[in-house]
């Protein structure tokens, strides 16, 4: 299984990007995907995440209001539409899938849930 974060960039306060996270591997809707960030000299934190199949979303009481997850199964891939950006959304992007079809969703970014990363997508908002 591989994971492909893409979409990041360099954009003012009030911005938007849109994230993308493509899977490979197969049964892509039965598994739960998330995003995390880690900003310079922090601990990776949960951003995102979306459910298996039906994709239920989950967000930190950061982003809510600000941040959509979505999910396209038939292109096994996930989105992060970010709006209104602020500058301490700048960070490190990276998607992350669950190691188990069904599993529940964890908001730790250390649990053994999530068995698969991306390699990270940089995210730059200026004041």
């Known amino acids: 299984v591989q994971l492909q974060a893409c979409g990041g960039g360099s954009v003012q306060a009030g911005g938007s990007l849109r994230l993308s996270c493509a899977a490979s591997g197969q049964s892509f809707s039965n598994y739960a995907v998330a995003w995390f960030r880690q900003a310079p000299g922090k601990e990776r934190d949960f951003v995102a995440a979306?459910?298996?199949?039906?994709?239920?979303?989950y967000y930190a009481d950061s982003v809510k209001g600000r941040f959509t997850i979505s999910r396209d199964n038939a292109k096994t891939t996930v989105y992060l539409q970010m709006n209104i950006l602020k500058p301490e959304d700048t960070a490190v992007y990276y998607c992350a899938r669950s190691r188990f079809q069904f599993a529940a969703i964890s908001t730790d970014p250390s649990s053994s849930s999530w068995r698969y990363w991306g390699q990270g997508t940089q995210v730059t908002v200026s004041s």
């Open positions: 979306i459910s298996r199949s039906a994709g239920i979303p």
